[in-house]
């Protein structure tokens, strides 16, 4: 385990200077209508965050949480709600998710501002500035009028007064619940976001990031490389850098703490990945897990990260794990899953006189290509087309391997979820017959150091989940320099990339929630976040609605410019499947 936490520096301080914009203060020309952020958007915080109460017993009221998060009430019926336009809403379009967000901490939504709802924005005594408000900052929050009690917060769900009974904005809808349902979702808000913080101290945010035993140790070392320069960077920053922001109206404390970086290794069969995580966030809790590194199995981790409610943000992984449903988990994309998507579209256009094309894919047995494979089979065969596959195992040599693709390059379409060290072995190859179409995955060949023989060029076509290198030059630029001016040796470039721009979202999304660590807001912040990030590392576009957990959700089909080359051009617009 490796901490890097420049210790030297001193531990806390609430400074007073810096005027300055805050960052991100831009928004994509093709960004939703979301606020100009500007240094006069509103910070307060609250130094008082870390007061926050004991778990909460959930579980014992699942109610109140099933009605707000899935707009069902306990009769099992859909929640209903009447706009003020008179249009009714009901059940999942009615939830109070959709609005006041997981953390029930609300959001920005262009000009207006939905308030947080978490029970203790709604019970605190009035205030009549935010800064005599001791909680921690977040937008929308109302400091002047009385606390709520049960009978006034039942009132403004079902009609919409405050508790000085004034009316809400036309954008807060009236709700029907039956008044055990009123209760159970009291009770619900009550106990939103009054979770202990794990991995925030007054001086310290700790994060963690997890590799995996199966990763590949070159990646490995090229990722902890990146992530830990990045925090010794970031601690090495004068600490004076952002503490006072000032506003047009507020002056704001942000506390800067030290960032210290824990590295879970796990080691030992899949199966107990898990617990070895718990037992790590037990012993050293974690605000959240950031980029790290797995092999072919990141279920283990997935699980972790649901289970435990900790964020874990853009891991470099080839085969991400589960759908969009889940919460904790953000990755840049659905990796060989995606890639696999892209190819059945391919190949189910295919045209074979009327015929279906005949297809055969060969993987290695046990790495990432497997699930690739299993998930072109499952997509090709809802239009009918069933693959044949042939699994590679450490018994194959570089003879038998290109004798297997000798054999399959009979088929109309020849798939290979091959690495670079497999796609050596096809020298010993003629080309392939001029009928057959060669597709390979660009994740696992690496086509930019491609090995694959100058007669196979032109017949091969690639996935590729990344903007094509002369247009993403301006947005991956400063990365590399970054590397090189940190000596850091580069041994996998768009790992090493993704790692910094994962490490960069991170600083920067927090430097937006100044104190309120609360696991949940910080992905509903990293979610905004990406929506006005221009530098996109990458990707051309990143973005994740409220459920969505795979940033970038396309990928072009690229062919070798020429057969001497291995420049890529594009043989396909981006394509979203
Ligand atoms: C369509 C979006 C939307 C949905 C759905 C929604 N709200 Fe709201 N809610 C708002 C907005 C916007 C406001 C702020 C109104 C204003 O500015 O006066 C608000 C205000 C409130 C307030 C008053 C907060 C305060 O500080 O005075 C409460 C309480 C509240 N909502 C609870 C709920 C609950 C509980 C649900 C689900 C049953 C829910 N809301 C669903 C948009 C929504």
Redo the contacts with the bound molecule.
């Keep these: 385990m490796f901490s890097i936490l420049v210790r030297s520096l001193l531990p806390r301080r609430w400074r007073v200077s810096a005027r300055r914009p805050l960052p991100g203060a831009v928004v994509r020309r093709d960004g939703p209508a979301v606020a100009l952020r500007t240094a006069a958007r509103a910070l307060f915080v609250s130094l008082a965050m870390l007061g926050v109460a004991p778990a909460a017993d959930v579980g014992a009221n699942r109610v109140g949480e099933v009605?707000?998060r899935r707009g069902i009430t306990s009769a099992g019926t859909p929640?209903e709600?009447t706009h003020a336009t008179g249009v009714k809403m009901k059940g999942a379009d009615?939830?109070?998710i959709?609005?006041?967000k997981r953390s029930g901490l609300g959001a920005k939504e262009g000009r207006?501002s939905?308030?947080p709802?978490a029970g203790r924005?709604?019970f605190h005594p009035r205030a009549h500035t935010q800064q005599d408000l001791d909680l921690p900052f977040v937008e929308g929050m109302?400091a002047d009028?009385e606390p709520y009690t049960d009978e006034t917060?039942a009132r403004?769900?079902r009609d919409g007064l405050?508790?000085d009974g004034s009316p809400?904005?036309d954008?807060?809808?009236h709700?029907a619940l039956s008044d055990g349902d009123m209760s159970s979702?009291i009770d619900y808000?009550k106990r939103l976001d009054r979770r202990a913080v794990p991995g925030v101290t007054d001086s310290v945010l700790h994060f963690a990031t997890i590799v995996t035993p199966d990763a590949d140790p070159t990646k490995r070392r090229a990722v902890l490389d990146v992530i830990q320069q990045y925090f010794a960077d970031k601690n090495a920053q004068p600490l004076g850098a952002s503490p006072r922001l000032l506003s047009d109206r507020r002056v704001m404390f942000m506390v800067n703490r030290l960032w210290e970086l824990h590295v879970w290794e796990l080691s030992g069969p899949a199966a107990t990945w898990e617990t070895q995580l718990k037992e790590r966030f037990a012993r050293e809790p974690v605000l959240a897990v950031i980029s790290g590194i797995g092999g072919r199995n990141w279920a283990p981790v997935h699980a972790f990260c649901e289970s435990s409610a900790v964020p874990c943000l853009f891991p470099n992984v080839e085969v991400p794990v589960g759908d969009d449903h889940d919460f904790y988990s953000v990755y840049f994309s659905q990796g060989v899953l995606l890639e696999a998507q892209l190819l059945a579209g391919r190949i189910a256009g295919m045209k074979r006189g009327g015929r279906a094309p005949t297809v055969r894919q060969i993987y290695r047995a046990g790495d990432s290509g497997e699930s690739a494979a299993q998930a072109l089979t499952a997509a090709l065969k809802k239009h009918g087309i069933v693959p044949s596959e042939r699994a590679l195992t450490a018994k194959d040599t570089p003879t038998t391997v290109a004798e297997a693709i000798r054999q399959a390059q009979v088929a109309d379409a020849l798939v290979l979820w091959l690495r670079p060290s497999d796609i050596a072995a096809m020298e010993r190859l003629a080309a392939p017959p001029e009928s057959t179409s060669v597709y390979m995955s660009g994740l696992l060949a690496e086509p930019e150091h491609s090995l694959l023989p100058a007669r196979w060029r032109p017949s091969v076509r690639l996935t590729y989940l990344f903007d094509l290198p002369e247009k993403r030059w301006t947005r991956t630029n400063a990365a590399f320099r970054w590397f090189s001016i940190r000596k850091i040796p580069l041994v996998a470039d768009r790992i090493q990339a993704d790692t910094y721009l994962a490490c960069g979202l991170l600083a920067e999304t927090l430097s937006h929630m100044v104190d309120t660590f609360v696991p949940d807001y910080l992905l509903e912040r990293v979610e905004e976040q990406l929506e006005h990030r221009i530098i996109t590392g990458y990707y051309p576009r990143l973005s994740l609605a409220a459920n969505q957990r795979f940033a970038s959700k396309g990928g072009f089909l690229v062919r070798f410019a020429d057969a001497k080359s291995t420049r890529l051009v594009a043989d396909s617009d981006w394509i979203v499947p």
């Design positions: 009605i707000y929640l709600a009615a939830a109070c959709n609005c006041h207006s939905i308030p709802i924005y709604l109302r009028r917060l403004a769900i405050n508790s809400l904005s954008l807060m809808p709700f979702l808000l």
